[in-house]
């Protein structure tokens, strides 16, 4: 899924460059949607899910964390092994057991250790059972109590999970493990499921690069022997390539404060500003509870991370983060749930913050929580003057377009030789400030015509039906406002110069 971010706002650029001009209205479909699941061959690893209702988390800012960090990618034998946490110490210390790793056709007996090997995912089973209950006790009971740092990371993890509302959790492992009677250990690949504050979530699938089913980590357990059965005696982190690994809430402490609407958590460095951000984050959120009803996409709980510029590069894998300009994100992670990361550095005052919060928001309640079943797959080539103009409508709410403070910015390019023949003009470069400045107040004012036009319900419609359902701009606008975009694109361009 496509990531959604903010750009600074600069209020008076010397010039702006303007955008090559769009093609066709009707356009092609850009955004491909791919019913039913994806062939996934060979699951064969068992599947343990326990879905509930997520409570927990302090009512004022608490510290939790983990003490896991991000690693390289490993093969899924679980052979592999990840890095520690956050300054570079090594990962849960483990029992050195974790002798074995291999495939369910390389010579596994049937005797005890294979009875012992399908009997850890009953153990973790109960595990994820005692995480949704809030039973601490029963979390931690399957862990070798002798690996020290091994309990402080579970004991982390239960407080952190809970504390960002955890409501369904999971556990499926790639490969069943090659091991033999008489071993003291073994290794396994683990994929761990979770879902905050949602209703319902998808089954988790235990394959590699595909955004499918319910969000989920990749880690090597390493389980030792004690008399009858194994306990778990290391994890270490083991993200795919091709994943939002690490999440936050893997690298390290996180600093938590709770709301009636929303879930802040800070890395330690910017968690001076835990108190203004909740603040700013209630605010933006009953304006996008407003929006959520419209595009019948209630949300739970809003989650807002705040980042320092060393966890801003880290966390979530984002290449958008590399971009100097950008200084707040949405990731949707496989469609299921959508988080909100804020780069504090580049949110000094608490007016930008408050602008840069309600903007993610407005892409969480527009675009998230797209795959319900988990078992679609989407190609995102969205229209971004549609999906980051409905952004800032909602962002800015209730100020109008033509209060924005990108307006100068829009004036220039619409000033210049080159002004745009249409309303879908191309994304521009994310370096050049002043572009970004005229991409965003143009789709601002673009989408505040279709709601002054059509009305907000059709607004959020047209929205919708493109964005959501991958629907070319002519086809939707005929759906919703029955007539061609060729008609609605001459009424909004006639009426955006009108406002300048």
Known sequence: MTEHGIRAARPEPESVTPPPAAGAASGVNRRLVVLGVVAVVAMAGVVVAVAGRGSGGPAAATSAGNAAGAAGAAGAAGTGAGAGPAGGAPGPAGAGGAEKAGNAGNGVNAGQAGEAVG?????????????????EAGWMAPVDPAQVDTVAYFRKRFRVLRALHVSHFSYSRGNTPAVEDGDQGFRDTIYSGFCFSLTSCPAIMPVDGVELGAPRIRETFAFTRAADRYLIGSVVADPPEASREPMPW????????EGKRVTVAAAPAVAGRLAEALAVAEKSAVVADRFAGLFGNPQQRYRVYLADDKQWQ????????RNKAVIGLTIPINGVQSEIMIKMSGNGSRAGLAATVQHEMGHVVSLGNINTTGQQVALDLHEEWLTEGIAEYIGRYPSRSAQSPRLPAVRQLLGGAGRPRSLQVSALDWDDPKKINAFYGYGHLAVDCLSRTFGEPRMVAFVSAMARAGNTADVASRNVFEKPFADVDKTCLAWISDQI
């Open 250 to 257: 893997q690298t390290g402490d996180l600093v938590f404060a």
């Open 314 to 321: 880290r966390w979530f894998r984002s290449p958008m983060a």
């Open 119 to 135: 009997a850890v995912m009953g153990m973790l089973q109960e595990q994820a059972a005692a995480l949704i209950r809030g039973d």
